[in-house]
């Protein structure tokens, strides 16, 4: 589930059960794949991801971060809403609406520490943790700020 | 619009030129490729009539092989009627997109000028490039002259592009034997050429902006068995629409094509089973023994080589009085039995009178197969089958300088 974000139910192939359940005879031509239910809105960037008609078949809707090791922990009290980390983001696995961060997309998210490393913020506001680390233990560990060093 | 090309009901043409006209008046959009001999001139004349206004299409010039065949993906992924050709080394570094294209079932035409794999390198005909393409998902249809080329080229778009099948096709002719050799061609007028051939349908084509669609997609072990399983069927189901083809084919112009092309099969004893400009070859030498020495010769030859036409192979040998085949494979195999060897063999185990099997590798790089080494492979059979077992071992080198060459023997006690 996506931190700090209003539960996105889960409807991936896997949650459903797909894979249990569909044979080859149904199995789409050529894996080619609808990511829309309906036919698409053509101006479907000018609609918000949770309010777009994703179907099942979209990575969207799909957990693929399951060899995730270690995963990045937001801390809202620190952060300043650069938004360097949605930038830098390979898996647009950082949410940000209206230019304000709102968490981690951890269905996506597959560990890289991008996020981390560029976040300019002292101390930072994205860190590392096991990625089975509960959130509340992670940010009651968060470091004091570094003093600069004379 | 295009203009109109001028051709006679009759024209002396070689087979790569007829290819060449089959994929013009099919009015194919793109064709992407990189040239390479003896293919080299169905492309360019491609080019030609793009930059001469007889196709409103496209060429695009690539680095590489494996380039022009993942911009054909490209294109036929984007909705395009979408042809290329290539040969040997070629083929070879398009081989990873050729899975590519079947598996994300794209319709596209590759006419293939079969010549020899390196190393040694070596310009001339022989199979080992068709043979490595053998389980790539592709339809393999063979043409064994100019006239074949052109009319398998017309048919391939058709079968490809039918909704039931939406498979890329080859369309295979020797390399200078049947591509360089002049000889006389009947073609098609344009309109009834096109009225053939049809409009493409594209399905999920990418260029169609009102509805989304992601090809190429990645499946692990949770999917992947079963989109393989429905690619192979329609590949196998592919037959029906293969043999509705080309009884359309005839029904227009008179010239009839199977599956399995059999002469003289119907009280034969013996036979050769080949591909390839080598069935006429074989066909002659056929005829001169039963004329020369009333031995009962003849020959089958594979027109489809993938799908394998088991099915029509079972049913020549079930009702012929075949007792011994010699089947022909112009490919070196690398540690086994001939391709063809095996997919005959298997086929002719499925029947009641079993016929004795062995194996020739032949013709390798372009090495001549005469009539007369014909005969003589076609008289070693008459005596396997008058001694009711194999006499030599069961494959053999056939046409190379040195001591006799052979693997494999029966066992005898």
Request: charged share 25%; aromatic share 8%.
């Given at each position: 589930?996506?931190?700090n974000?209003?539960?996105?139910?889960?409807?991936?192939?896997?949650?459903?059960?797909?894979?249990?359940?569909v044979?080859?005879d149904?199995?789409?031509q050529?894996?080619?794949?609808?990511?829309?239910?309906?036919?698409?809105?053509?101006?479907?960037?000018?609609?918000?991801?949770?309010?777009?008609?994703?179907?099942?078949?979209?990575?969207?809707t799909a957990t693929?971060?399951?060899?995730?090791?270690l995963?990045?922990?937001?801390?809202?009290?620190?952060?300043i809403?650069?938004?360097?980390?949605?930038?830098w983001?390979?898996?647009?696995?950082?949410?940000s609406?209206d230019?304000?961060?709102?968490?981690?997309?951890y269905?996506?998210?597959k560990?890289?520490?991008?996020c981390?490393?560029?976040?300019?913020?002292?101390?930072?506001?994205?860190?590392?943790?096991?990625?089975?680390?509960?959130?509340?233990?992670?940010?009651?560990?968060?470091?004091?700020?570094?003093?600069?060093?004379? | 619009m295009a203009?109109?090309?001028?051709?006679?009901?009759?024209?002396?043409w070689?087979?790569?030129?007829?290819?060449?006209?089959?994929?013009?008046?099919?009015?194919?959009?793109?064709?992407?490729?990189?040239?390479?001999?003896?293919?080299?001139?169905?492309?360019e004349?491609?080019?030609?009539?793009?930059?001469n206004g007889?196709?409103?299409?496209?060429?695009?010039?690539?680095?590489?092989?494996?380039?022009?065949?993942?911009?054909?993906?490209?294109?036929a992924?984007?909705?395009?009627?979408?042809a290329?050709?290539?040969?040997?080394?070629?083929?070879?570094?398009?081989v990873?997109?050729l899975?590519?294209?079947?598996?994300?079932?794209?319709?596209?035409?590759?006419?293939?000028?079969?010549?020899?794999l390196?190393?040694?390198?070596?310009?001339?005909?022989?199979h080992?490039?068709?043979y490595?393409?053998?389980?790539?998902?592709?339809?393999?249809?063979?043409?064994?002259d100019?006239?074949?080329?052109?009319?398998?080229?017309l048919?391939?778009?058709?079968?490809?592009?039918?909704?039931?099948?939406?498979?890329?096709?080859?369309v295979?002719?020797?390399?200078f034997?049947?591509?360089?050799?002049?000889?006389?061609?009947?073609?098609?007028?344009?309109?009834?050429?096109?009225?053939f051939?049809?409009?493409?349908?594209?399905?999920?084509?990418?260029?169609?902006?009102?509805?989304a669609?992601?090809?190429?997609?990645?499946?692990?072990?949770?999917?992947?068995?079963?989109?393989?399983?429905?690619?192979?069927?329609?590949?196998?189901?592919?037959?029906?629409?293969i043999?509705?083809t080309f009884?359309?084919?005839?029904a227009?112009?008179?010239?009839?094509?199977?599956?399995?092309?059999?002469?003289?099969?119907e009280?034969?004893?013996?036979?050769?089973?080949?591909?390839?400009?080598?069935v006429?070859?074989?066909?002659?030498?056929?005829?001169?023994?039963?004329?020369e020495?009333?031995i009962?010769?003849?020959?089958?030859?594979?027109?489809?080589?993938?799908?394998f036409?088991?099915?029509?192979?079972?049913?020549?040998?079930?009702?012929?009085?075949?007792?011994?085949?010699?089947?022909?494979?112009?490919?070196?195999?690398?540690?086994?039995?001939?391709?063809?060897?095996?997919?005959?063999?298997?086929?002719?185990y499925?029947?009641s009178?079993?016929?004795?099997?062995t194996?020739?590798?032949?013709?390798?790089?372009?090495?001549?197969?005469?009539v007369?080494?014909?005969?003589?492979?076609?008289?070693?059979q008459?005596?396997?089958a008058?001694a009711?077992?194999?006499?030599?071992?069961?494959?053999?080198?056939?046409?190379v300088?040195?001591?006799?060459l052979?693997f494999?023997?029966t066992?005898r006690?």
């Open positions: 589930m996506s931190q974000v209003p539960g996105t139910p889960k409807r991936g192939l896997r949650e459903l059960g797909a894979e249990e359940k044979g080859w149904e199995v789409t050529g894996v080619a794949i609808n990511p829309f239910t309906s036919p698409t809105t053509e101006n479907v960037a000018h609609v918000r991801p949770e309010e777009r008609d994703y179907s099942d078949f979209n990575s969207y693929v971060a399951s060899w995730r090791v995963k990045p922990v937001y801390n809202r009290d620190i952060c809403d650069c938004q360097n980390c949605w930038v983001c390979p898996d647009t696995s950082i949410i609406r230019k304000q961060m709102l968490g981690i997309d269905d996506h998210c560990g890289c520490g991008v981390v490393e560029v976040c300019p913020t002292n101390p930072k506001s994205l860190l590392m943790f096991d990625t089975n680390e509960e959130l509340d233990v992670a940010l009651s560990q968060w470091p004091e700020k570094k003093k600069k060093e004379k | 203009q109109k090309f001028e051709i006679n009901d009759v024209e002396v070689d087979g790569n030129y007829a290819v060449s006209q089959a994929l013009r008046q099919a009015q194919v959009d793109v064709v992407a490729a990189y040239p390479i001999t003896p293919s080299t001139p169905i492309v004349s491609y080019g030609s009539y793009v930059a007889y196709i409103d299409g496209e060429f695009v010039m690539v680095e590489s092989e494996h380039a022009a065949m993942s911009a054909c993906t490209g294109a992924a984007s909705g395009g009627r979408v290329t050709a290539t040969s040997s080394q070629g083929f070879a570094l398009m990873e997109v899975y590519q294209a079947s598996g994300m079932r794209l319709p596209m035409v590759l006419t293939v000028v079969n010549r020899a390196a190393s040694p390198l070596n310009v001339r005909g022989d080992s490039d068709m490595l393409g053998r389980d790539s998902g592709w339809i393999q249809l063979d043409a064994f100019a006239q074949e080329a052109y009319d398998l080229a048919c391939a778009f058709p079968i490809g592009e039918h909704l039931d099948v939406r498979l890329p096709v080859m295979h002719q020797d390399g034997t049947t591509s360089h050799k002049a000889q006389k061609v009947l073609p098609l007028q344009d309109e009834e050429a096109y009225k051939v049809g409009d493409y349908v594209p399905v999920d084509e990418m260029l169609d902006f009102t509805r669609v992601t090809h190429g997609a990645q499946t692990e072990e949770d999917w992947h068995f079963e989109h393989k399983a429905k690619q192979h069927k329609a590949l196998m189901d592919s037959r029906k629409v043999d509705e009884a359309r084919f005839k227009l112009t008179g010239r009839e094509y199977k599956r399995v092309e059999t002469y003289m099969i009280d034969a004893e013996v036979a050769i089973v080949a591909l390839g400009s080598s006429e070859t074989s066909i002659l030498a056929a005829q001169q023994l039963r004329e020495e009333g009962k010769a003849g020959v089958i030859a594979p027109r489809v080589f993938r799908p036409p088991y099915d029509l192979i079972r049913d020549t040998i079930d009702t012929s009085p075949l007792k011994a085949i010699a089947v022909l494979d112009k490919s070196s195999p690398g540690g086994a039995m001939g391709a063809l060897f095996n997919e005959i063999s298997a086929a002719a499925t029947t009178n079993r016929p004795l099997i194996n020739f590798i032949y013709g390798l790089g372009g090495r001549d197969y005469s007369e080494e014909a005969k003589r492979i076609l008289k070693e008459k005596a396997h008058d009711g077992h194999i006499t030599t071992p069961i494959q053999q080198f056939s046409g300088r040195g001591p006799k052979g494999f023997e066992k006690s």
